[in-house]
T-cell receptor, first 113, second 107 residues
Framework: DAGITQSPRHKVTETGTPVTLRCHQT?????MYWYRQDPGHGLRLIHY???????DKGEVSDGYSVSRSKTEDFLLTLESATSSQTSVYFC????????????FGDGTRLSIL | RKEVEQDPGPFNVPEGATVAFNCTYS??????FFWYRQDCRKEPKLLMS???SGNEDGRFTAQLNRASQYISLLIRDSKLSDSATYLC????????FGAGTRLTVKP
């Protein structure tokens, strides 16, 4: 299994609070991704990174920010959480953007009350 | 129209049956294709890549039809352990996933 660790695995918080999710990889892959998965929508890309300090927006980036200060760590921040951000969040990694599969972490279940 | 579409199912089949899923995609420039398996409350796991000439891995066969813009997954001799949701993924520097097809294999 790919060495990807997400933390926390579960979190319950209140609307308006900041939340940071962490993804840590031991594979030294260049690309890292944050997705959310909701019933009926499948996996949707929030943000991705193509190197240290290099990030870009995905399909559903509003309300989220990311940072990557080291190859192995990719952080996802919800500055002011809303109930619509209740979801399962997956981190993924890949060696290249094209023609390579992505490998996923275990996921973080986030509930915003 | 979604970029990648799958029949959500559920597909309920008896053990030993053959079952096939299709996945259509809208971006004709898509370069690479994959099938993932996702168990309940778990992460997606790569099942197999899909190559232009079609490829097989044990009981699983994947096909690509570029002209009609779909990929397929065939599972032969279904096992109880094949029960899961199967996601297709299509990549053109930007991976897009289908919402998944749920399969339940029954004794």
């Amino acid at each position: 299994d790919a060495g990807i660790t997400q933390s926390p695995r579960h979190k319950v918080t209140e609307t308006g609070t900041p939340v940071t999710l962490r993804c840590h990889q031991t594979e030294n892959h260049r690309y890292m991704y944050w997705y959310r998965q909701d019933p009926g929508h499948g996996l949707r890309l929030i943000h991705y990174s193509y190197g240290v300090k290099d990030t870009d927006k995905g399909e559903v980036s509003d309300g989220y920010s990311v940072s990557r200060s080291k190859t192995e760590d990719f952080l996802l921040t919800l500055e002011s959480a809303t109930s619509s951000q209740t979801s399962v969040y997956f981190c993924a990694i890949s060696e290249q953007a094209a023609n390579q599969p992505q490998h996923f972490g275990d996921g973080t279940r986030l509930s915003i009350l | 129209r979604k970029e990648v579409e799958q029949d959500p199912g559920p597909f309920n089949v008896p053990e030993g049956a053959t079952v096939a899923f299709n996945c259509t995609y809208s971006n004709s420039a898509s370069q690479s294709f994959f099938w993932y398996r996702q168990d309940c409350r778990k992460e997606p796991k790569l099942l197999m890549s899909v190559y232009s000439s079609g490829n097989e891995d044990g009981r699983f066969t994947a096909q690509l039809n570029r002209a009609s813009q779909y990929i397929s997954l065939l599972i032969r001799d279904s096992k109880l352990s094949d029960s899961a949701t199967y996601l297709c993924a299509v990549n053109n520097y930007d991976m897009r996933f289908g919402a998944g097809t749920r399969l339940t294999v029954k004794p």
